[in-house]
């Protein structure tokens, strides 16, 4: 993978997205990648609850703060997690499902 060197002269915004491969670890394969594809978060920002759309609609959660606190966790074993109790803001939202790991970032309105 090329090094890349970014240079600012003054203050900037910067948005990127960024695949971190460990050459060490085969667990994070193209196919865990092409896995994330099946699990959809909606709707994104929300209200009260969000639909985590996946094959097998169970598994674990949590979701970090923008200071990176966890502020709620748990299992889920339908589509709905309800989040009526969270606070407006940015949220990271984590989910492991049949083995596999999802990160979004969710905005409650």
């Known amino acids: ?3 890349m060197t970014l240079r600012l002269q003054r203050d900037a915004y910067i948005k990127a997205n960024f695949i971190l491969e460990d050459p060490m670890n085969d667990s994070l394969s193209a196919n865990s990648l092409k896995h994330t594809n ?3 978060v909606c709707p994104n920002p929300f209200n009260d609850k969000i639909n985590v759309l996946t094959d097998t609609y169970s598994g674990s ?3 970090y703060s923008i200071e990176g606190r966890v502020v709620r966790q748990g299992d889920f074993d339908s589509p709905v997690i309800e989040l009526a109790d969270l606070p407006k803001g940015i949220f ?7 083995g596999y790991h999802y990160r ?3 905005v409650k309105q």
């Open 61 to 63: 959660f949590n979701i």
């Open 92 to 98: 990271v939202l984590d989910i492991t499902t049949g």
């Open 1 to 3: 993978m090329p090094e």
């Open 104 to 106: 979004k970032q969710i």
């Open 38 to 40: 099946k699990i959809k």
